[in-house]
């Protein structure tokens, strides 16, 4: 599916009976902005990049946009399910204009020449064995900065697993944050902004997934099949013959 994109006009989209429902549950709606140049931006904006606008474009892609709610915050993006998600999405973080950072491996950000690379783009090292602690820095690193927004991938890997791993959500319930929930839709060849929830409305890990659920309306990722559910992830049991093994973490 493709479209024209008017920077300067307001874009229509069609809303199901559960995207209003979006709404009533705390998200905020999209509010769109032209991003090419222009008028005064929040901090976590810059003007976006008609190279990157015109590749997407190009592509099929419908862009949905809106200026990210403040100067700090988190994005999550559903679904990863291919190597194409992170070109798409770098090209619409570059054509948009949104300055945001990411985790990313330790051993690819401390890499003497792709290091540099990644943390132009703006890659976040994460030790996987310190992954715990990774929360709290990130927490503490972001309520103290004038400018800080992280995105990430929740599922975590391109491959089917039971629910969203929850890193994102306790750095949320830590910064109490707003909450942009971003799209790659295959199926209807759209990607970014499809609502914010400007904070938690409780602890209840399985009230706030089904609003995050609520605003992602269906997407569908490269391979559906591969798409996780919108759903807190559940650790595998381990078996007593594992968890006897010699090399078993205790």
């Known amino acids: 599916m493709t479209s024209t994109f008017d920077p300067h006009q307001t874009p229509q989209s069609s809303r199901s009976p559960q995207s209003a429902r979006s709404d009533q549950s705390g998200a905020s709606p999209r509010a769109?902005?032209?991003?090419?140049?222009?008028?005064?931006?929040?901090?976590?904006?810059?003007?976006?990049?008609?190279?990157a606008r015109w590749v997407l474009q190009l592509a099929g892609w419908k862009l949905l946009e809106a200026d990210l709610p403040g100067a700090r915050g988190i994005v999550v993006?559903?679904?990863?399910?291919?190597?194409?998600?992170?070109i798409v999405g770098?090209?619409?973080?570059?054509?948009?204009?949104?300055?945001?950072?990411?985790?990313?491996?330790?051993t690819l950000v401390e890499a003497p020449v792709?290091?540099?690379?990644?943390?132009?783009?703006?890659?976040?090292?994460?030790?996987?064995n310190n992954a715990t602690g990774m929360v709290g820095s990130t927490a503490a690193d972001m309520l103290a900065?004038?400018?800080?927004?992280?995105?990430?991938?929740?599922?975590?890997?391109?491959?089917y697993v039971n629910g969203w791993r929850m890193g994102f959500y306790h750095l949320w319930q830590a910064t109490q944050v707003p909450l942009v929930v971003a799209v790659i839709d295959y199926a209807n060849k759209e990607v970014g902004y499809k609502g914010c929830l400007s904070q938690p409305s409780s602890t209840d890990a399985d009230l706030e997934f089904a609003r995050i659920?609520?605003?992602?309306?269906?997407a569908q990722g490269h391979r559906p099949?591969?798409?996780?559910?919108?759903?807190?992830?559940?650790?595998?049991?381990?078996?007593?013959?594992?968890?006897?093994?010699?090399?078993?973490?205790?």
Not at 77 to 86: I, L, M, R
Not at 119 to 126: E, S, T
Not at 235 to 245: E, G
């Open 32 to 51: 769109p902005v032209s991003n090419t140049g222009g008028g005064t931006k929040p901090p976590s904006q810059r003007p976006g990049s008609r190279l």
């Open 114 to 128: 792709i290091g540099a690379w990644m943390r132009w783009l703006g890659a976040v090292a994460v030790h996987r």
């Open 225 to 250: 099949a591969l798409q996780s559910p919108i759903k807190p992830y559940v650790r595998p049991a381990v078996s007593n013959d594992a968890a006897n093994a010699p090399n078993a973490p205790h």
């Open 213 to 218: 659920a609520a605003i992602v309306d269906g």
């Open 77 to 86: 993006v559903y679904p990863h399910t291919s190597n194409w998600d992170f």
């Open 90 to 106: 770098i090209c619409y973080k570059w054509a948009v204009g949104w300055q945001v950072r990411f985790w990313a491996k330790s």
């Open 145 to 159: 900065s004038d400018e800080f927004w992280l995105v990430l991938a929740p599922e975590g890997t391109r491959s």
